[in-house]
């Protein structure tokens, strides 16, 4: 049995590993895919403390080292399932079954994409999901946004304070709320909203170069050349695997407190996959270090009741 299974070997993962395992703790990292999470795909990162820039590759690669160098168990698996017992929780993975004092769940979401060729192809090269993260490098450059929430308003405000010029497409005729930020988006010369119209295609080559788009009551396309695409479509959490035991938001996404509990004893949420206004590199391995602290006090106080 291991003190602490961590699923995920993202940022929120990898920094909680590092954190239990200086702790002296047994840790096992499983991982369904490749470690690092999306930021493993950034081209830069420029707003982490410490690195004026660092590709987003090696980033997850120094942190990855770092974890492995305390000597963590890390195995390459998915996880579908997690069983809560007074004593234990069992992890099943779809080669194993695995058992721990504390679970960390660190599994991150997935941007949620529009579907288009090109979309993955030219990630980095123009197309992004984080205005924050990437805004800076189309500083006076015209872009576009595409999505109708709360985060496509305030991405678009963000974008208008740096950016030549800046299109909100939304596939609806009007916004379904009101807010200060649309008001102010609204007031914005560089802003021009492109309503009742979705994205169709992407163009671009070694990088993006125009949009192509189709207003949905005429069917009439039109075509946009802009230097960056900013998708705010939402995230897909991937927490599939607890949801028969943990208590999740309409989206999926894990309600939890600050200390990153959940409604079960000995489970945390770390990250992209967890209740969150703010999801950045900075948080994520923020959750890292406060859930694996929490963990390692959940269990030494196991200890002493027991």
Do not use: W
């Not at 999505?147 to 916004?175: E, H, M, P, T």
């Not at 009742?196 to 189709?214: A, P, Q």
């Not at 959750?287 to 929490?294: K, P």
């Amino acid at each position: 049995m291991y003190d602490i299974i961590i699923i995920g070997a993202g940022p929120a993962g990898l920094t909680s590993s590092i954190y239990a395992r200086q702790a002296r703790k047994s840790v096992l990292i499983l991982e369904k895919e490749s470690y690092g999470g999306q930021i493993l795909k950034a081209d830069i990162v420029k707003n982490y403390p410490g690195f004026n820039e660092i590709s987003g590759y090696e980033f997850a690669t120094r942190l990855y080292n770092q974890a492995k160098e305390l000597e963590p168990d890390i195995k390459f698996e998915e996880v579908v399932e997690i069983k809560n017992y007074d004593d234990y929780k069992e992890v099943i993975t779809n080669k194993s079954v695995y058992k721990a004092k504390a679970v960390i769940i660190a599994s991150g979401a997935k941007n949620r994409k529009l579907g288009l060729n090109n979309e993955d192809k030219l990630l980095g090269k123009g197309v992004s999901y984080c205005s924050t993260c990437d805004g800076m490098f189309f500083k006076d450059k015209e872009v576009a946004i595409t999505g109708g929430g709360n985060n496509a308003v305030d991405d678009a405000l963000y974008l208008s304070n740096i950016c030549k010029k800046v299109y909100l497409i939304y596939r609806q005729k009007n916004f379904k709320f009101d807010s200060i930020n649309l008001s102010k988006l609204k007031e914005k010369e560089n802003v021009i909203f492109i309503l009742d119209t979705n994205i169709i295609d992407i163009i671009g080559d070694e990088k993006l170069e125009s949009v192509v788009v189709k207003e949905n009551s005429t069917n009439k396309e039109s075509t946009l050349n802009i230097d960056g695409l900013f998708i705010a479509i939402g995230h897909i959490p991937v927490s599939s695997m607890c949801d028969n035991i943990i208590d999740t938001d309409e989206k999926g996404c894990i309600i939890s407190n600050e200390d990153c509990t959940t409604n079960i004893d000995g489970i945390f949420a770390a990250g992209d996959v967890r209740v969150k206004d703010v999801r950045q590199l900075t948080t994520a391995t923020s959750d890292g270090t406060i859930s694996a602290i929490n963990a390692c006090k959940y269990i030494e106080s196991k200890l002493k009741k027991g």
